[in-house]
T-cell receptor, first 114, second 112 residues
Framework: DTGVSQDPRHKITKRGQNVTFRCDPISEHNRLYWYRQTLGQGPEFLTY????????KSRLLSDRFSAERPKGSFSTLEIQRTEQGDSAMYLC????????????FGAGSRLTVL | KQEVTQIPAALSVPEGENLVLNCSFTDSAIYNLQWFRQDPGKGLTSLLL?????REQTSGRLNASLDKSSGRSTLYIAASQPGDSATYLC???????????FGTGTRLKVLA
């Protein structure tokens, strides 16, 4: 197992375009988190999945953001009609239910909106 | 409102010094607390996790303590090394929620 994988690592897009990020968690992990981090700040919570169920979602998420985890394995985060304020590092983390809930983070997907 | 605060924002120490990083949180009804390390441009690496029923956890030169009643956790780093230079983040999960709320981190630089 190579840990949590995120793709793409870097994405540059023009304002108004849609972007999608993918996260592949550690195979036996059924908990999956998405966070957003801007320079000099701590990660900001976006959403949480347990298996395929989205159990918690930040109120900061507007209707332009959506996340899915259709089979309880990989997850996608889509941002529609991107704005310059969406430029950030998007981080995915996974953990297992029943364990100590130690989060394992991926390397992140850096989004730049021009 | 549930918040996590880390002070200082930045710290520079000579190699070999023992140091303490601070994390404070509102609302003592926490589920657990984790300390992470983040290197520039990279993801986060979990260092220590403390359950709400525990007072401290140790891993090598790192020791994390938890005082729920005062809303504080400290990360103690013994005999610091230049390789310890990174940003250290504290994250808290409260009861009744799955999310972790992060502080803004302490940027540590250990000088050789």
């Amino acid at each position: 197992d190579t840990g949590v994988s995120q793709d793409p690592r870097h994405k540059i897009t023009k304002r108004g375009q849609n972007v999608t990020f993918r996260c592949d968690p550690i195979s036996e992990h059924n908990r999956l988190y998405w966070y957003r981090q801007t320079l000099g700040q701590g990660p900001e919570f976006l959403t949480y999945f347990q298996n395929e169920a989205q159990l918690e979602k930040s109120r900061l998420l507007s209707d332009r953001f959506s996340a899915e985890r259709p089979k309880g394995s990989f997850s996608t985060l889509e941002i529609q009609r991107t704005e310059q304020g969406d430029s950030a590092m998007y981080l995915c983390a996974s953990s297992s239910v029943g364990g100590a809930n130690v989060l394992t983070f991926g390397a992140g997907s850096r989004l730049t909106v021009l | 409102k549930q918040e996590v605060t880390q002070i200082p924002a930045a710290l520079s120490v000579p190699e070999g010094e023992n140091l303490v990083l601070n994390c404070s949180f509102t609302d003592s009804a926490i589920y657990n607390l984790q300390w992470f390390r983040q290197d520039p441009g990279k993801g986060l690496t979990s260092l220590l996790l403390i359950q709400s029923s525990q007072r401290e956890q140790t891993s090598g030169r790192l020791n994390a303590s938890l005082d729920k009643s005062s809303g504080r956790s400290t990360l103690y780093i013994a005999a610091s090394q230049p390789g310890d230079s990174a940003t250290y983040l504290c994250a808290v999960r409260w009861e009744g929620t799955y999310k972790y709320i992060f502080g803004t981190g302490t940027r540590l630089k250990v000088l050789a």
